[in-house]
């Protein structure tokens, strides 16, 4: 796996703000009969399978690609699609009892938004804490960006 020069790193915060990031990926499979069978010959084809990871590694650094023509598209699966539809109906219905709770008065809705106006403070909060860039060596001072992406100018 490897990341474009180009191309942003992937990180929590883009995630969620919905912002895509481009990743590379290669995979080779291996057959199990097609593996050595003693362990000083696993030894070194595991030895030797890091080796070709470093070189195409190195390669993609050099060309920022793998330079590889074939391509799988693994599609959707019918268990992803169950999945989504599940957690979709599990949060309508968690929305539906929530709305059923504040009785659909002003104040219980004003509190309900409220709730989840903080969560989200909190969750971006979190994340924003989370990142890679926010992290500094012993002794180092990193600039304060809180209120810089908490409140946007």
């Known amino acids: 796996m490897a990341i474009p020069k180009d191309e942003p790193w ?9 912002r895509s990031s481009v990743v590379h990926v290669h995979m ?7 593996l050595p069978e003693t362990e000083s010959g696993i030894a070194q084809w595991w030895k030797d399978t890091f080796v070709a990871k470093d070189a195409l590694l190195e390669r993609h650094r050099v060309k920022d690609t793998f330079d590889i023509n074939e391509r799988h598209d693994i599609g959707r699966t019918k268990r992803s699609l169950l999945v989504v ?11 539906v009892k929530l709305f059923e709770w504040c009785s659909f008065t002003w ?3 004003g509190v309900c938004i409220s709730f989840l106006v903080l969560v989200m403070i909190l969750i971006r909060i979190l994340i924003l804490f ?3 860039e926010q992290s ?3 002794g180092t001072s990193a600039p304060d960006t809180l209120k810089e992406n908490l409140l946007p100018i």
């Open 10 to 18: 992937p990180t929590m915060l883009r995630l969620l703000s919905r």
């Open 107 to 109: 104040v219980g809705i």
């Open 136 to 138: 500094k060596p012993p």
């Open 130 to 132: 989370s990142k890679s």
């Open 28 to 34: 080779e499979r291996q057959l199990m009969d097609k």
């Open 85 to 95: 539809i599940s957690w979709t109906c599990l949060l309508l219905f968690g929305g």
